[in-house]
């Protein structure tokens, strides 16, 4: 029988512990050298909690707590707690929207103030459904070839999504889509990601082309399908109601759900930075069709030219670092104030700048080794419970780097998705410090079976 050991070490991944603390490092370096101007006292900022570097440092060292009183619990409790954490992260995303405890941060009202740093439960909420999805999918009742049971798994991860678009919190919501990576490694039927990539697709084409266009573009592409195709159609009619139906499928979704997106998911200065990037201005009018009133373009207006100029300036201080970086503190777009967020969302432009092609190479390999480790942690895995989580714990550090950095370079728009471990914020390094650490208490008890 299964004893629980006191020892915080005893098969723990010192791997993969090294890689966590190695990325909390360069971010801290990074947030340093973003904020501390010439002439400052370090001494006294890092005393005083002025500058996010020294509030990073202490959530650091919270971290740290945290992930010592990880590593000392029973890995039983993780199972045990899956669901009601989950329901408990689930009340804490509504409670946002009650009147006073609800705080709105830029635009969007996704945080609640704690006095000493303002917490994202949709952010926390994270760490909730990868077990709440790990305890589903590991039960023995589910059978994960049943439609009903792929139904109840999407709600399990979608359901803080839909509550996060209600936020305005749209970045985040995209992140729980890579709960798909861990449905597809238990059995998730291919279909749905053949169908996923074809919509992912017409959305891409609707970005290229009117909505005319691409539906008089189905109609002919399906009525030349039909009329070359006629005598084996005649054979198996079952092939016109697949050619029928994929037809009045994509027409549905370029003149429905595309406008919709744009319309009520995207905020209208996102939507605009989005057609942009493709040289198109946006089609669709924010807010139902409704007329804008004046005060309400000109925000709109300057939150898009915002978006613009964040993007262009990180672009800027990355392209200046060149190959071997302008060195530490020497960054003129670090150092000037140029590029907005630079301690958030845009902290990769600091490592660019900094330390140039190599050290933007250098992060990004040791992104990618914790993501193979993380692989090859997953896959020797006994239980079920495990594997699920750690593919969510995988999946969810894989969306964040790729599209943080494909902001930063320009490559994607500006939703507001953080660098894990070396973004600022509390809410951030927290949530990746619990996923991170409750993964390597797994699999440091890898010998149990939790199903």
Same mark, same amino acid.
């Given at each position: 029988?299964?004893?629980?050991?006191?020892?915080?070490?005893?098969?723990?991944?010192?791997?993969?512990?090294?890689?966590?603390?190695?990325?909390?490092?360069?971010?801290?370096?990074?947030?340093?050298?973003?904020?501390?101007?010439?002439?400052?006292?370090?001494?006294?900022?890092?005393?005083?909690?002025?500058?996010?570097?020294?509030?990073?440092?202490?959530?650091?060292?919270?971290?740290?707590?945290?992930?010592? &009183?990880?590593?000392? +619990?029973?890995?039983? #409790? *993780? %199972?045990?707690? @899956?669901? $009601?954490?989950?329901?408990?992260?689930?009340?804490?995303?509504?409670?946002?929207?009650?009147?006073?405890?609800?705080?709105?941060?830029?635009?969007?009202?996704?945080?609640?103030?704690?006095?000493?740093?303002?917490?994202?439960?949709?952010?926390?909420?994270?760490?909730?459904?990868?077990?709440?999805?790990?305890?589903?999918?590991?039960?023995?009742?589910?059978?994960?070839?049943?439609?009903?049971?792929?139904?109840?798994?999407?709600?399990?991860?979608?359901?803080?999504?839909?509550?996060?678009?209600?936020?305005?919190?749209?970045?985040?919501?995209?992140?729980?889509?890579?709960?798909?990576?861990?449905?597809?490694?238990?059995?998730?039927?291919?279909?749905?990601?053949?169908?996923?990539?074809?919509?992912?697709?017409?959305?891409?084409?609707?970005?290229? &082309?009117?909505?005319? +266009?691409?539906?008089? #573009? *189905? %109609?002919?592409? @399906?009525? $030349?399908?039909?009329?070359?195709?006629?005598?084996?159609?005649?054979?198996?009619?079952?092939?016109?109601?697949?050619?029928?139906?994929?037809?009045?499928?994509?027409?549905?979704?370029?003149?429905?759900?595309?406008?919709?997106?744009?319309?009520?998911?995207?905020?209208?200065?996102?939507?605009?930075?989005?057609?942009?990037?493709?040289?198109?201005?946006?089609?669709?009018?924010?807010?139902?069709?409704?007329?804008?009133?004046?005060?309400?373009?000109?925000?709109?207006?300057?939150?898009?030219?915002?978006?613009?100029?964040?993007?262009?300036?990180?672009?800027?201080?990355?392209?200046?670092?060149?190959?071997?970086?302008?060195?530490?503190?020497?960054?003129?777009?670090?150092?000037?104030?140029?590029?907005?967020?630079?301690?958030?969302?845009?902290?990769?432009?600091?490592?660019?700048?900094?330390?140039?092609?190599?050290?933007?190479?250098?992060?990004?390999?040791?992104?990618?080794?914790?993501?193979?480790?993380?692989?090859?942690?997953?896959?020797?895995?006994?239980?079920?419970?495990?594997?699920?989580?750690?593919?969510?714990?995988?999946?969810?550090?894989?969306?964040?780097?790729?599209?943080?950095?494909?902001?930063?370079?320009?490559?994607?728009?500006?939703?507001?998705?953080?660098?894990?471990?070396?973004?600022?914020?509390?809410?951030?390094?927290?949530?990746?410090?619990?996923?991170?650490?409750?993964?390597?208490?797994?699999?440091?008890?890898?010998?149990?079976?939790?199903?």
């Amino acid at each position: 029988m299964y004893q629980k050991n006191p020892s915080i070490s005893k098969g723990v991944d010192w791997l993969m512990v090294w890689l966590y603390a190695i990325i909390i490092i360069i971010g801290l370096i990074c947030i340093f050298s973003v904020e501390y101007k010439s002439g400052e006292s370090v001494e006294q900022t890092l005393i005083g909690f002025k500058k996010n570097y020294s509030k990073q440092l202490f959530f650091f060292a919270a971290c740290i707590i945290i992930a010592a &009183f990880i590593l000392l +619990t029973d890995s039983k #409790a *993780f %199972t045990a707690m @899956a669901n $009601l954490s989950y329901l408990v992260g689930i009340l804490l995303i509504i409670a946002t929207f009650v009147p006073g405890v609800g705080k709105e941060i830029k635009g969007s009202r996704s945080w609640i103030p704690l006095g000493f740093m303002n917490l994202q439960p949709v952010e926390l909420c994270k760490i909730f459904t990868s077990l709440a999805l790990a305890k589903y999918l590991s039960s023995q009742e589910t059978d994960f070839r049943k439609p009903k049971s792929q139904l109840i798994a999407a709600a399990i991860a979608f359901t803080p999504a839909v509550l996060s678009v209600l936020q305005g919190e749209t970045g985040l919501a995209l992140v729980y889509f890579s709960f798909l990576i861990a449905m597809y490694r238990e059995g998730l039927p291919p279909g749905y990601l053949i169908a996923g990539v074809v919509l992912a697709v017409l959305l891409v084409v609707s970005l290229l &082309f009117t909505t005319t +266009t691409l539906l008089i #573009a *189905f %109609t002919i592409i @399906a009525a $030349l399908f039909i009329f070359f195709y006629w005598r084996q159609i005649k054979r198996n009619m079952s092939v016109a109601f697949v050619v029928i139906g994929s037809w009045v499928l994509a027409c549905a979704f370029v003149a429905f759900v595309v406008p919709f997106v744009f319309k009520h998911v995207f905020k209208g200065y996102q939507s605009d930075r989005i057609f942009s990037m493709v040289g198109r201005s946006n089609p669709y009018v924010e807010g139902n069709g409704e007329k804008l009133s004046p005060e309400e373009e000109k925000e709109k207006a300057k939150k898009s030219e915002q978006q613009d100029y964040n993007v262009k300036q990180s672009k800027i201080a990355i392209g200046s670092g060149g190959f071997s970086g302008k060195g530490f503190l020497k960054g003129t777009q670090t150092q000037g104030d140029f590029v907005p967020e630079q301690h958030t969302d845009f902290i990769f432009t600091s490592v660019g700048e900094s330390f140039g092609f190599w050290g933007c190479v250098t992060l990004m390999l040791l992104y990618l080794t914790m993501l193979l480790r993380i692989l090859k942690i997953a896959e020797r895995q006994r239980s079920t419970f495990s594997r699920v989580y750690a593919y969510s714990v995988g999946g969810i550090i894989f969306f964040h780097v790729a599209v943080n950095i494909c902001v930063t370079i320009g490559l994607a728009p500006v939703i507001g998705i953080t660098l894990p471990l070396m973004s600022y914020g509390g809410s951030s390094l927290i949530t990746f410090t619990i996923l991170i650490f409750i993964l390597i208490k797994l699999d440091a008890d890898r010998q149990m079976v939790l199903r």
